[in-house]
C-alpha cells in the first residue's frame, strides 16, 4: 500500500513514512491510493475476532512495511481490558430496538480519542526506535484530542509533545486533565485565540519544511492518517455487534466538528462496510452541516466561531474535511488543491458545484445541527427515558440521529467522552453532577504545568527550538 496526497502529488509513499510526517510537502492530506475491498467471506472471517485481532486484520491492509507479528503484538498491547475496561472495548449500549451509542471513552483520559491515540504512541515508539530518531509531536486540541495525547505519549522513548489549546476555551476537566500533567516530554501552550488559530499555526509550522525537517516535528492531530485509519476499527467492531448477518445495514451518527471521527466512517464504507447513513452532527458552529446542505464550504473567523457547551466541536474549519471533498471530486488533487488552497486562502469559502452536491448522497451522507436547548432537553429525555447520562456531544449527536433513523436500520450514536468531562452542563440539565471515576474526584486543584502564548507561529516556534 501506497499514499498520495490530497492536493496533487503523486510521490507514492510508504506508512512508516507518512507516519511520522503529519501533512505532505504541498500541504495536502495522506489517503491511500486505494481502498482495500472487504468482501463478504472476509467479513465472516472478521465477525468474530477480539477488538485487537480485528484492528490487526484492519490495519495490516493498509500497513506493510511493519512485520505481521510486529503489529500484531502493537494492537495486542494497545486494546486491552486493563485499559478500556471491558473486553469488547468499544461495547454496544442499547437504548431501544434499533437505537444504541457505542462506547467509545472507557481509556485513560475519558474520551474517544483514546482509541486512535493509544495505538498512535505505540507506533511512535515502535518506529522511532527502529530508526534511531526523536519526534516532536506539535498538535493542536480544542479538548480531548490534547489530553489524549499526552496520556499516550507520556514517557515515551524519542517523543517530545507540544500541545496548543484555545485559552480559557475548554472544561474546568479538560484543562486540568492536559496542565496537570509534570512529564518533561510533555509542553502544554495556552493560545489567546480559539481552536482554529491553534490549528492554523500547527499546519504553518507544518509547512515550514525547513523547521519542521530540522526539527522533526510530527503531528497527532487526525490529519495524521494512521490516527485516522486506527478509528476505522471501531466502525467495523460497532457494526458486528449490531447486526448478525452481513445482509445488514447499519448508520451511524458522529458528533464532529474537524470531520477527523466521521471521516473513518467513510474509510469503512467505502472499503465495503454495509453502511447505510453516515449522519454527521454538529453543534452552533455548523460550518459542515451547512456544506451537506448547501454545498457551500464557509469558514468562519474567530469572532464568529461560538462557544459553546459541547466546546470539542468550536470549530469552523474542519482539517479532515479535505479527505472526504478528494474522495467527492473523484480524487481530483488540482482541484482539491484550488479549494482548499487558494479558495480558501482568498475568499475564506468555496462552492461546489450542483452535479457534484447531488453525488454526496452516493456516499450516504446526511447532516444536521443542535444548539444549547437541544443539549439540555436531549441529556433530560435520555435520562428520563433510558437511565443513561450522555456527555454534551453525544447528546448532540442523539439529536441529530432521532431525526435521521430510518425504519429496519439500526442507528448506533458514536459516544464521544463520558459526562463527568462537561460537569456543568450536565448538572444544568438534571440538578446533579455526573459522578467522577475514581482516582479523579479532585483533579482540577493539582497543580498546572502550562504556558500562555499570543496566536503567533513565530513564537510558537522559538518555544519549540528552546525545549527539544
Avoid at 467471506?41 to 486484520?57: K, M, N, S, V
Avoid at 505481521?68 to 431501544?96: C, H, N, Q, S, W
Avoid at 453543534?283 to 451547512?290: H, I, K, S
Wanted: hydrophobic share 40%; proline share 4%.
Amino acid at each position: 500500500m501506497r499514499y498520495i496526497s490530497t492536493r496533487g502529488d503523486q510521490t507514492e509513499r510508504r506508512f512508516c513514512d507518512i507516519l511520522l510526517e503529519g501533512l505532505a510537502p504541498d500541504g495536502g492530506l495522506y489517503l491511500p491510493t486505494h481502498y482495500p475491498q472487504v468482501d463478504d467471506a472476509t467479513l465472516t472471517r472478521w465477525r468474530g475476532l477480539a477488538y485487537a485481532d480485528l484492528a490487526f486484520e484492519i490495519l495490516s491492509l493498509y500497513i506493510d512495511d511493519i512485520p505481521a507479528e510486529d503489529l500484531r503484538a502493537i494492537t495486542r498491547r494497545t486494546y486491552t481490558e486493563a485499559v478500556f475496561g471491558t473486553p469488547e472495548i468499544t461495547p454496544l449500549k442499547t437504548l431501544e430496538p434499533g437505537l444504541a451509542l457505542q462506547a467509545l471513552s472507557n481509556g485513560p483520559t475519558l474520551a474517544f480519542k483514546d482509541m486512535a491515540m493509544q495505538l498512535l504512541g505505540q507506533l511512535f515508539e515502535y518506529e522511532l526506535g527502529r530508526r534511531g530518531q526523536t519526534l516532536n509531536i506539535l498538535g493542536a486540541t480544542s479538548g480531548d484530542t490534547g489530553s489524549a495525547a499526552e496520556y499516550a505519549m507520556r514517557g515515551k522513548a524519542g517523543v517530545n509533545v507540544f500541545m496548543l489549546s484555545p485559552h480559557g476555551r475548554m472544561s474546568p476537566f479538560q484543562q486540568a486533565q492536559m496542565f496537570s500533567l509534570q512529564d518533561a516530554n510533555i509542553h502544554n501552550i495556552a493560545i489567546e485565540g480559539v481552536f482554529d488559530d491553534c490549528q492554523d499555526i500547527v499546519k504553518a509550522v507544518s509547512n515550514d519544511l525547513e523547521f519542521k525537517r530540522k526539527y522533526q516535528i510530527g503531528t497527532v492531530n487526525s490529519i495524521n492518517w494512521a490516527r485516522l485509519l486506527a478509528q476505522v476499527v471501531y466502525y467495523f467492531a460497532g457494526y458486528f455487534q449490531a447486526t448478525t448477518s452481513n445482509t445488514e445495514r447499519v448508520s451511524f451518527t458522529v458528533p464532529s466538528g474537524n470531520f477527523g471521527n466521521v471521516c473513518a466512517g467513510h474509510v469503512a464504507r467505502m472499503m465495503g462496510l454495509p453502511i447505510a447513513q453516515l449522519v454527521v452532527a454538529t453543534n452552533e458552529n455548523d460550518v459542515l452541516d451547512e456544506f451537506f446542505r448547501t454545498g457551500v464550504y464557509r469558514v468562519r473567523g474567530s469572532a464568529e466561531t461560538h462557544e459553546t457547551s459541547s466546546p470539542s466541536m468550536d470549530i469552523s474549519k474542519a482539517s479532515n474535511f479535505e479527505r472526504f471533498v478528494f474522495d467527492l471530486l473523484g480524487r481530483d488533487g488540482a482541484r482539491t488543491k484550488a479549494l482548499f488552497g487558494e479558495a480558501i486562502a482568498r475568499e475564506g469559502r468555496f462552492q461546489i458545484s450542483a452535479g457534484e452536491h447531488a453525488e454526496i448522497a452516493r456516499f450516504g451522507f446526511q447532516s444536521g445541527r443542535s444548539s444549547h436547548a437541544d443539549r439540555l432537553a436531549t441529556i433530560r429525555s435520555t435520562h428520563a427515558r433510558y437511565g443513561v447520562v450522555v456527555d454534551t456531544h453525544t447528546a448532540d449527536g442523539l439529536k441529530v440521529a432521532q431525526e435521521r433513523r430510518e425504519p429496519g436500520v439500526t442507528m448506533l450514536v458514536l459516544e464521544t467522552a463520558l459526562p463527568v468531562k462537561f460537569a456543568a452542563t450536565i448538572e444544568e440539565a438534571l440538578g446533579t453532577a455526573p459522578p467522577r471515576p475514581a482516582g479523579l474526584e479532585h483533579i482540577e486543584s493539582l497543580p498546572k504545568r502550562v504556558v500562555v502564548m499570543p496566536v503567533d507561529v513565530a513564537a510558537v516556534q522559538r518555544f519549540i527550538e528552546a525545549h527539544v
